[in-house]
């Protein structure tokens, strides 16, 4: 399982030469296995050229708020022609997942509707359920809910004994803590969702985002092999977080895993 960071931000995509080093795209992350390429979301990181013209291409929509689904129209317009795109998503708001991406590119908020590109999409609805289990090729794909205003899907996927578990978009509490920790159980990479300090948090309860210590609890509890800190605050600069990238080590020197914090177009092999 190659990983590899496409777009790191939270909220809103930020272009300043003052976030170049960590990236100020917004959330992608492509997972290749085989023939088969699958995006973790598909925010304005999915603009990242990479080399997936031979591969059957899956998106995994977390949910659809814009931070997370901006990069499509882009994305699947640079598509080669009949080259396969499914897109997956859990029905939100009596929403399924085609509706969600039309509901924000379609006109007037959009020029065209997104099954007016040049290739067709396939779209995969999972179920209101709050999990779901289907398959991409030999990739087990896994659905748990999580705690996110409007609701936020976590994605682990498992592959040859290599567990990958995506969860972005995740306010800790103490019931949605129990259920991912049992959900990352002994899982081989763990992305979270560290956009707040702890200072922060404190005004932001509520806003569906946690902070890289909880991440650090949450890797420790779930046995997690390597903690990778995603999701930054817009206005968080390379300085900032490579200070606080530091600050999180120095906490982690003794606990059994590995943390760092992504940066575009860093890749991680499992």
Known sequence: MKFTILGVRGSMP?????????GGATSGYLVEIGDEAI???AGSGLMRPCDTADKNISILLSHPHLDHIIGLPIFLMNQKKDQRVTIYAKQRKDLDARAQVDRVFS???????MDENANPVIYQTLPEE????????????ETLEGNHPGGCSIYRLTHDGK?????TDYEHSADSDERLIAYAKDCDL???????TEDEYEKCRGFGHSTA????????????AYLLITHFNPDHTDEFLKNR???????????????TFAKVGDTIEL
């Open 14 to 22: 930020n272009t300043a030469d003052r976030l170049r080093t960590f």
């Open 39 to 41: 995006y973790l979301d």
């Open 107 to 113: 006109p007037p908020t959009w020029p065209i509707r």
């Open 130 to 141: 709050k999990e779901s289990s289907f398959e991409i090729g030999d990739v087990t794909v």
């Open 163 to 167: 567990r990958i578990v995506y969860a």
């Open 190 to 196: 763990l992305i979270y969702d560290g956009q707040y």
């Open 213 to 224: 210590e909880h991440g650090l609890s949450i890797a420790e509890s779930a046995g997690a």
């Open 245 to 259: 990238e530091e600050e999180i080590k120095k906490k982690a020197v003794d606990l059994p895993f590995t943390v």
